[in-house]
């Protein structure tokens, strides 16, 4: 079975500021994994995946993460923070037997100060 | 090209009933994925739906159905409404090739709440 476990349901950050969001999975196959973002009334967006190849990815508005293997983890990160990134983000994971079904951790908000 | 659009938006039923939420995949789109999602479980995935077949489903009681039509739209179905089903219902679609993995692209969600 797969799980993943997001560390801390609130971060605060300041503007400008590193953003730094933690997720590790529990998978016993190769993982596919992914970050979403959800803003107040809309559904999930994808930011960025890791499916093969390259461990560190990027995504869309500046975010990056980096799968490690050895730590099973996935976590994400973001250089400066910006006011508009405030919003829930979620961890996901799935295999390649069942790429439709993701399992995700429950959520990490994020509150971007001035 | 449109998204995935998912109708109605917004529902309210009482205990008891049952309820029938709409969803149209992105063109081209032939897989349709649900979710569901609460403060208090999170994001659980309920059934998927390819070529008019449930090929994965969630752990959820029987009560919460769903089929898939020849234009690839959804439609999922809770019958005997409980106070728990109150949730945020999202819908998912994907090309669904054989080829590794195909991005899910989510629709705004229909929020459910039971009385």
């Known amino acids: 079975a797969q799980s993943v476990t997001q560390l801390g349901s609130h971060v605060s950050v300041s503007e400008g500021a590193l953003v730094l969001l933690r997720c590790n999975y529990s998978s016993s196959v190769p993982p596919y994994l992914f970050w979403y973002v959800q803003y107040p009334n809309q559904g999930l967006q994808l930011l960025l995946k890791?499916?093969?190849?390259?461990?560190l990815v990027k995504g869309i508005n500046g975010f990056e993460a980096e799968f490690k293997k050895s730590e099973t983890s996935f976590h994400l990160t973001k250089p400066s923070a910006h006011m508009s990134d405030a919003a829930e983000y979620f961890c996901a994971v799935t295999f390649s037997g069942s790429a439709r079904q993701l399992t995700f951790g429950s959520g990490t908000q994020l509150t971007v100060l001035p | 090209k449109a998204g995935v659009t998912q109708t109605p938006r917004y529902l309210i039923k009482t205990r008891g009933q049952q309820v029938t939420l709409s969803c149209s995949p992105i063109?081209?789109?032939?897989?349709v994925s649900w979710y569901q999602q609460t403060p208090g479980q999170g994001l659980q995935f309920l059934f998927e739906y390819f070529s008019e077949t449930q090929r994965n489903k969630g752990n959820f009681p029987g009560r919460f159905s769903g089929r898939q039509f020849s234009n690839s739209r959804s439609e999922m179905n809770v019958s005997t409404l409980e106070l728990g089903d109150s949730a945020l219902y999202l819908c998912?679609?994907?090309?669904?090739?054989?080829?590794?993995?195909?991005?899910?692209?989510f629709g705004p969600g229909t929020r459910l709440t039971v009385l």
């Open positions: 890791y499916t093969t190849g390259a461990t």
């Open positions: 063109s081209g789109h032939r897989s």
């Open positions: 998912a679609s994907s090309l669904r090739s054989s080829a590794g993995y195909n991005e899910q692209f």
